[in-house]
């Protein structure tokens, strides 16, 4: 209780276009903050008062928008690129940033560009950015909009199993056996073979009790 007293509570004040929200880690201590685009940041409060991060990014980091979609999904998915790419405190940063995912200097250096390729390359609302090679940088000829499906199957950290002579990921067994994913995938993690996962009857009263 000394140590949260001595905390600056920031919440519902104004620092550029960010407002805290709640207190969301320790050590340094971590805001989340709703910015005036809309979007939700996480940042340190040093950060915050010090004015080091006066947005989520859509200003400090891409430029105040002139043009008029910084309120669509679009802009809000480059956004989104471009801090876990650039932004050091961004939470995904570690995982795309720190590992050298970057975005290609077209895509980087105007929004518009990235807007045209989304649009003229099958963006829908019900799709999401996906890489193809997850060791690649975001550019066209390496993304894609994809499904919640195609987006399981292309996980980095995604298994590859062998049945009947063939070889495929988890995503696509499912699919084809017709097996629920969340089930497939419990079984193998408490020791099941592939084989007895795929082939045994769901019985989630047996799942339960392995």
């Not at 809309?38 to 040093?46: C, M, P, T, Y």
């Amino acid at each position: 209780m000394r140590n949260s007293a001595k905390i600056r509570d920031l919440k519902g004040q104004k620092f550029g276009k960010l407002t805290p929200i709640r207190i969301v880690g320790h050590k340094p201590v971590r805001w989340e903050c709703k910015c005036d685009c809309g979007n939700l940041h996480i940042a340190s409060a040093s950060n915050i008062t010090t004015g080091q991060v006066n947005s989520c990014g859509c200003t400090h980091k891409i430029g105040n928008p002139t043009h008029s979609q910084c309120y669509t999904r679009v802009y809000r998915i480059y956004a989104k690129l471009k801090r876990r790419c650039y932004v050091e405190d961004d939470i995904a940063y570690p995982r795309y940033g720190g590992r050298g995912i970057v975005m290609c200097d077209e895509w980087k250096n105007s929004f518009e560009a990235f807007s045209k390729w989304a649009y003229e390359n099958g963006y829908d609302d019900s799709l999401s950015l996906d890489r193809i090679d997850n060791n690649g940088i975001y550019s066209p000829e390496n993304c894609r909009w994809a499904n919640d499906y195609q987006q399981a199957n292309n996980k980095r950290n995604n298994k590859i199993y062998t049945y009947k002579g063939k070889t495929q990921t988890l995503p696509i067994w499912c699919r084809e056996l017709n097996l629920p994913y969340s089930t497939i995938w419990y079984r193998l993690s408490i020791g099941w073979t592939f084989e007895d996962a795929v082939s045994v009857p769901v019985n989630y009263r047996r799942i339960k009790n392995a």
